[in-house]
């Protein structure tokens, strides 16, 4: 890993209400970051408000300032795996859109989750499945005529929240095409060892995402605001083989600042 913010990508999920995507590549690229993560959220970037000149012209700025290495979604509003068959052909509709736009702007990959249960009275595992994997044979096809992958999330909001889950779901699925993004807040939040975590995605891993959170509520903090421990992590990415920049996916009303310390940090434990 490399030190300084050349050395990390930057989610957009902070600049959501900012502005717009274009705008935020430019002010992020002005910082020396080395890659962004862009977030579909109305007003920032959303498909049916970009005609295809408006997508071409944020794919120039992203090719000449900032690598554009993913595309992402508030994925709390959406759920392929939902009980009512008319809310997973909405969401799915929606992916597609996403999947299209995220190859028009030559993104590397698009984030997923693989659905949410009720967490009152979540259906059984084995029902979920079926609506996952049907999504996959949807989504999955149409990422590779695209020209980009799918990025399946560990969330502790889905149905497949660890990495043992998630990796046994896609692996009995099957498509070596389908990859992983773990995210170390989301994996801390839920009980597990994010190092225990990557080497079990490592035959998928695509993408890491940082933040902070402690175990008793779920945030998306500037890191050292929460208590995950960082020590070990940057070894187990260099024994897991990742190769992408480690991507800050901090929410914060002080975002240009809590951004470039969370970058500090990190860099001072290895990254």
């Not at 990422?143 to 889950?165: C, H, I, K, S, Y």
Request: charged residues 25%; contains cysteine.
């Amino acid at each position: 890993m490399t030190g300084g913010p050349a050395g990390f990508a930057i989610n957009t999920y902070s600049y959501t209400f900012a502005g717009s995507a274009y705008d935020t590549v430019a002010r992020l690229a002005d910082q020396g970051y080395g890659g962004v993560e862009l977030m579909f959220f109305p007003g920032h970037l959303w498909p049916d408000d970009l005609d295809s000149s408006s997508l071409q012209r944020l794919r120039d700025l992203c090719e000449r300032k900032l690598r554009l290495v993913s595309v992402n979604m508030p994925n709390v509003d959406l759920n392929v795996a939902a009980a009512v068959p008319e809310m997973r052909t909405y969401t799915l509709a929606l992916l597609e859109k996403f999947v299209r736009c995220a190859g028009e702007l030559g993104a590397g990959g698009i984030v997923i989750g693989p659905g949410k249960p009720n967490p009152l009275f979540p259906m059984p595992r084995e029902r979920m499945i079926p609506h996952f994997y049907r999504a996959l044979d949807r989504l999955a096809p149409l990422a590779r005529e695209a020209g980009t992958q799918l990025f399946v999330e560990n969330m502790p909001f889905a149905f497949l929240p660890d990495a043992e889950a998630l990796m046994s779901a896609l692996d009995t699925y099957g498509d070596g095409g389908i990859r992983v993004i773990y995210d170390v807040a989301n994996a801390h939040f839920i009980g597990e060892s994010p190092i225990d975590g990557l080497r079990r995605v490592r035959d998928r891993l695509s993408l890491v995402h940082f933040s902070d959170t402690t175990r008793r509520l779920y945030k998306h903090d500037p890191i050292g605001r929460g208590d995950i421990p960082l020590a070990g992590i940057a070894e187990a990415f260099r024994e897991v083989g990742y190769s992408e920049l480690p991507m800050l996916e901090v929410i914060s009303h002080n975002a240009d600042a809590d951004i470039a310390d969370s970058c500090r940090r990190l860099a001072d434990a290895g990254f």
